[in-house]
T-cell receptor
Framework: DTAVSQTPKYLVTQMGNDKSIKCEQN?????MYWYKQDSKKFLKIMFS???????INETVPNRFSPKSPDKAHLNLHINSLELGDSAVYFC????????????FGQGTRLTVV | RKEVEQDPGPFNVPEGATVAFNCTYS??????FFWYRQDCRKEPKLLMS???SGNEDGRFTAQLNRASQYISLLIRDSKLSDSATYLC??????????FGKGTTLSVSS
């Protein structure tokens, strides 16, 4: 059983389109994240949800809107896609504690053309 | 100043070599420290946590110096399979894990 699963794995789309990426975790964790890894391989936090509530919202264009229908799911919707949105998007989850290990999904490679 | 800084490398070493990676972090309130490993086109995975007293896991040794805000990872007897990017990660309570840009290691035969 995959602990953190994202779909789709690959996404190629045209500029201006709207797309969604889905994430689900079966670890029973309270906290989920979206990270963006750009072409320079830098993993940057975008959003964090704890028990369906937004707790971290880094400086991200408001074209990006996360949604957490329940604590096991955190989806990412992107409006009006731009070339610069091309990156790998990783979903992750942790259980807060002294040593919060993060479990990552396999990533969604988004290419905007 | 970036929150977590690492030398990007690449570090190119022969099998059997010992290699050390360093990392510095800017926020003195950081509480938890980790090394993650990321293989090409894969997701990051936890390699080991880093404790103040230093800790070892097989060929891997991690050290933390809170006064200098410095973290290190030592890999002994490098294997081909150690080739990957090693990410230094810090965390404060109630925040997300903050990743460094990673150090690339290439082990050759």
């Amino acid at each position: 059983d995959t602990a953190v699963s994202q779909t789709p794995k690959y996404l190629v789309t045209q500029m201006g389109n709207d797309k969604s990426i889905k994430c689900e975790q079966n670890l029973g964790h309270d906290t989920m994240y979206w990270y963006k890894q750009d072409s320079k391989k830098f993993l940057k936090i975008m959003f964090s949800y704890n028990n369906k509530e937004l707790i971290i919202n880094e400086t991200v264009p408001n074209r990006f809107s996360p949604k957490s229908p329940d604590k096991a799911h955190l989806n990412l919707h992107i409006n009006s896609l731009e070339l610069g949105d091309s990156a790998v998007y990783f979903c992750a989850s942790t259980q807060p504690g002294e040593v919060p290990e993060a479990f990552f999904g396999q990533g969604t490679r988004l290419t905007v053309v | 100043r970036k929150e977590v800084e690492q030398d990007p490398g690449p570090f190119n070493v022969p099998e059997g070599a010992t290699v050390a990676f360093n990392c510095t972090y800017s926020n003195s309130a950081s509480q938890s420290f980790f090394w993650y490993r990321q293989d090409c086109r894969k997701e990051p995975k936890l390699l080991m946590s880093v404790y103040s007293s230093g800790n070892e896991d097989g060929r891997f040794t991690a050290q933390l110096n809170r006064a200098s805000q410095y973290i290190s990872l030592l890999i002994r007897d490098s294997k081909l399979s150690d080739s990957a990017t090693y990410l230094c990660v810090v965390n404060q309570a109630g925040t997300a894990l903050i990743f460094g840009k990673g150090t690339t290691l290439s082990v050759s035969s």
